[in-house]
């Protein structure tokens, strides 16, 4: 079955960086686009980034532009997101999503930025 787990989250300073990452299992990794997401409270999910399979071009939401970087290691089947110069506003639930069929979730981790 498809598994995606988070980690990486917690609390942090507003300047500060974070990693975030999810590793994946249950199916062809390598083969679809991966996501990152987050959900701040009262606030509808939105999408942070997105890289896609082969050559793995990459898009971003224009909130985190030049701070957030997604990559993916599909040797380790896991993507990640290197966040630097938080802000207060990126505190929110980040989920790793998988474009695979109807799309997966994992379950999100906490990222909360704040001094």
């Known amino acids: 079955q498809v598994q995606l787990v988070e980690s990486g989250g917690g609390l942090v300073q507003p300047g500060g960086s974070l990693r975030l990452s999810c590793a994946a299992s249950?199916?062809?990794?390598?083969?679809?686009?991966m996501g990152w997401y987050r959900q701040a409270p009262g606030k509808e999910r939105e999408l942070v980034a997105v890289?896609?399979?082969?050559?793995?071009?990459?898009n971003y939401a224009d909130s985190v532009k030049g701070r957030f970087t997604i990559s993916r290691d599909n040797a380790k089947n896991t993507v990640y997101l290197q966040m630097n110069s938080l802000k207060a506003e990126d505190t929110a639930v980040y989920y790793c999503?998988?474009?695979?069929?109807?799309?997966?979730w994992g379950q999100g981790t906490q990222v909360t930025v704040s001094s």
């Open positions: 999503n998988a474009r695979y069929r109807g799309g997966y």
């Open positions: 249950g199916f062809t990794f390598s083969r679809y686009a």
């Open positions: 890289i896609t399979s082969g050559v793995g071009i990459t």
